[in-house]
């Protein structure tokens, strides 16, 4: 090769870009679709932020909720045990009572039985009596 003569054939560095009206919207359709995609980015990150808060706060109330649950669980059941204490002394008194007038019930029984038997002797004394006069 000679130097004086040039090789027709560009090289990589021999090529430079010239600045088009094409290149140029094409430049600045990209800027707008990274700048549109940056505020894009911003605005989904601050609506997770809000979301990420409110999920915070519904785990503290649902935390506070399940401990007063617990408490009202243990309240009833300390209430259901009173109950049934004191229905087991109701039914030992109501069974008393009825044992008591059971007793009562026979005693009596028993004293009309002596009744009736002592009034039967006594009428068959006065009828023998009666009978015997005429």
Known sequence: MNPEQVDPTPTPTSVVMIPTASNKWLMRGVAA???????????MWA???GIQEQLAR???DTGSQAVEARVTAKQAEELARETAARLAVTDAKLSE???QRS???LHTAGELGL????SNGGFNIHHQVFIART
């Open 58 to 60: 519904q785990s503290a």
């Open 33 to 43: 679709l990274a700048v549109i995609g940056a505020v894009g980015s911003g605005l």
């Open 47 to 49: 609506k997770l932020s």
């Open 115 to 118: 009744l009736l038997r002592q």
């Open 103 to 105: 007793q009562q019930r």
């Open 97 to 99: 009572v009825s044992l």
